[in-house]
């Protein structure tokens, strides 16, 4: 399932060509509206607020929806959003692959991060008192109170989790997951590790929980999550149209690639309450040298350069 992306590389030529060939032509009028869509992670409100921020410096009017992953595809599909930076594979396939099959959907290549992990993990007190693998779990059932916390209902990795108990897999049958939020999610993960108590959790990378607090990812999920400790890229995602509509909008949105260092830096003040839009601008104000790359072939709305609209921009904000 995981290589399932496969098939959907091959339907990306044309649209990519045409990016390429209107490079420098504004875009109409009616793509001046650029419809993210973000699940409530962290790390999609870092990416999409980076991506927000390079569109308004270029005259676009860039706006999010808050969704779950399905209703996220679904959206891409009827048009209704434009752009999702989010698509986690191959937590994910299981979702977009009918989208993708259906030509519903378009993904880019290559995707907009890589190194990425989506696992199970723990504390590391409790990893050290010896629940270090998938199949430690169930013989601490006790301690964990028989439960393994997750994020949003609907999420990918929720699924995953679900179908891991209710196929009794590691013996985890009589387990129940817990589904709340990614802020919901850790703020019982932090309450535990104040108060020292054994809890296992839905984690991952990019992410400052991985700097914030002291996890470990626990091993052998390879079934479940994937090899390498649910090993991830993350897409792009668009309806297959968009780049014939809205050409100059769908290069940099082609441009867009990020390293989980980037993420981890934005998502810190994010975490602390500060707005994804905000903080993406005081990062990239510090860090300029990006926009080389992701303002390359791009224009502003009305088709003048966009590299120095932009940092003009960064400069009064």
Known sequence: MKYSLMAAACVLGLAATTAYTTAYAADPAVCRDVRFADVGWTDIAATTGLASTVFQGLGYHPTKTIASVPITFAGIKSKQIDVFLGYWAPTMDPIITPFVKAGTIKVLQPANLTGAKYTLAVPDYVYNGGLKSFADIQK??????????????????????????????????????????????????????????????????????????????????????????????????????????????AKLVSNLHFTTAIENHVMVPIMNKTDANKAATDWLKANPQVLDQWLAGVTTLDGKDGLPAVKAYLAAH
């Open 140 to 249: 601490y059932a006790d301690k964990l109170n028989g439960k393994i916390y997750g994020i949003e209902p609907g999420n990918d990795g929720n699924a995953l989790i679900k179908k891991m108990i209710d196929g009794n897999q590691f013996g985890l049958g009589k387990f129940k997951m817990v589904e709340s939020s990614e802020a919901g999610m850790l703020v019982e993960v932090g309450r535990a590790i104040r108060e020292k108590q054994w809890i296992v959790f839905l984690g991952w990378e990019p992410h400052p929980m991985n700097v914030t607090m002291k996890i470990d990812y626990l091993s052998g999920g390879d079934d479940v999550f994937g090899p390498n400790y649910g090993e991830a890229k993350v897409f792009t995602a668009t309806p297959p149209d968009y780049a014939a509509r809205c050409p100059n909008a």
